[in-house]
């Protein structure tokens, strides 16, 4: 058995909902220690394989991601113990006792807390059948409220009117979230489409991040930041598209989409054609290859310095850049001008106010 989880020099401020993907997992494997000590990932199992307990071990050490096995079998629900590592289990409202059981030993197992999960759209109840729930939660798991995290899952927001419905949903959660001692409150949403094999190729197409707009429109609430990061919220979604290269590349509210179609030449020279037209782009990062280490091999790669990689491989980078891109968005100013370091107390926890969301950008083109 493996003692609590320890090390932690921040309380996180950021936390993604990734699957268990190869590409999801590398990236998060090339967290410094830094950003290890700010995210605190989500990550939703759909198999359960050796493979996942196994890349679970090659994440930094600072690092404590939370597990949601609801995908899974009730039978499969003690894999979290038997995986022995460090981890946090995810509870949603209608889990069997059994599981709940489960779910508590895991946490007093590892780090001595949970994750709730209350997914807006579905745990559609009124606020006393929400905290019947939750206080059956408790009693199963022998856990406080002091002992959880409370993520309120606002789904897909992919367009304004989602934002506009899923705003004041997520505000009336809020509002029965301040019954209870939580130990910290956290809105997550995903605003990317479920496939971009229908967008335009060989041009950037820009699709505006809906989801951090609404978690804008939310910060007046304190609350921190989740989102599903390079994926969709969508249940099924992140299947294999058409193959073609693609990064999805994340600015301040908006991603821009590259699927290169280009013909001529080898694979290798195509994706060195898309890395180098990302790279002279006015949204790749003044640190450059600095930024993170998604951006350091794109550019390796429009310096043709190595191959193309695959489907993972693109996932990867993407998913590297954005949660380096996010943390940036959420780092506090500074008095100067400049940004703030990280605080170390708890009390800081999603307390960073983001900037001001942009107006008039252009509308999500579907192609």
């Known amino acids: 058995m493996v003692p609590a989880h320890g090390g932690r020099a921040a309380e996180p401020v950021y936390r993604p909902i990734l699957a ?6 590398e990236a998060l494997s090339h967290l410094d220690a830094t950003a290890a000590a700010l995210i605190a990932p989500i990550l939703d199992v759909d198999l359960a394989d050796r493979s996942t307990s196994e890349a679970l071990t090659r994440l ?11 995908a899974l079998p009730d039978t499969s629900q003690n894999e979290l113990v038997r995986w022995g590592v460090p981890l946090v289990p995810v509870i949603g409202l209608a889990e069997s006792d059994r ?10 197992a590892y780090a001595q807390r949970s994750v709730i999960r209350l997914r807006a759209g579905r745990d559609r109840t009124g606020p006393d059948a929400t905290t019947s729930a939750v206080e059956r939660i408790w009693r199963f798991t022998r856990l406080v409220p002091e002992q959880c995290d409370l993520l309120v899952d606002a789904g897909d927001v992919c367009c304004p009117a989602d934002v506009r419905l899923a705003e004041p949903r997520v505000r009336r959660l809020l509002d029965w979230a301040r019954r209870h ?7 997550a949403a995903g605003g990317l489409p479920p496939t971009l094999s229908r967008l335009p190729t060989d041009e950037p197409v820009r699709l505006d991040r809906w989801d951090w707009l609404l978690w804008q429109r939310l910060a007046d609430s304190g609350v921190g930041y989740g989102d599903y990061g390079v994926g969709s919220a969508l249940p099924g979604a992140g299947q294999p598209g058409d193959r073609l290269p693609t990064m999805c590349y994340t600015a301040d509210g908006a991603w821009w989409i590259y699927r290169w179609s280009r013909r001529g030449g080898r694979g290798d ?21 600095s930024f993170s280490w998604g951006d350091h091999e794109i550019l390796r790669r429009a310096r043709r310095g190595a191959g193309a990689g695959s489907t993972s491989s693109w996932t990867a980078w993407s ?3 954005h949660l380096a891109q996010v943390l940036a968005g959420l780092r506090p100013p500074s008095r100067d001008g400049g940004t703030a370091p990280w605080p170390a107390g ?21 192609g």
């Not at 268990?20 to 997992?25: D, I, M, Q, V």
């Not at 001692?181 to 809105?187: E, K």
């Not at 708890?346 to 579907?366: F, T």
């Open 20 to 25: 268990t993907r190869r590409g999801e997992l």
């Open 60 to 70: 930094p050490a600072g690092l404590l991601p939370a597990v949601d096995v609801t």
């Open 99 to 108: 599981r709940l059981a489960a779910h508590g030993a895991a946490a007093r």
């Open 181 to 187: 001692s939580w130990r910290s409150v956290t809105v």
């Open 269 to 289: 020279d195509r994706f060195a054609d898309l890395c180098r037209t990302l790279v002279g782009a006015p949204h790749w990062p003044a640190a450059g290859a």
């Open 319 to 321: 998913t590297s850049h």
């Open 346 to 366: 708890p009390e800081a926890a999603g307390r960073g106010r983001p900037p001001r969301a942009q107006r008039g950008g252009e509308p999500r083109r579907a």
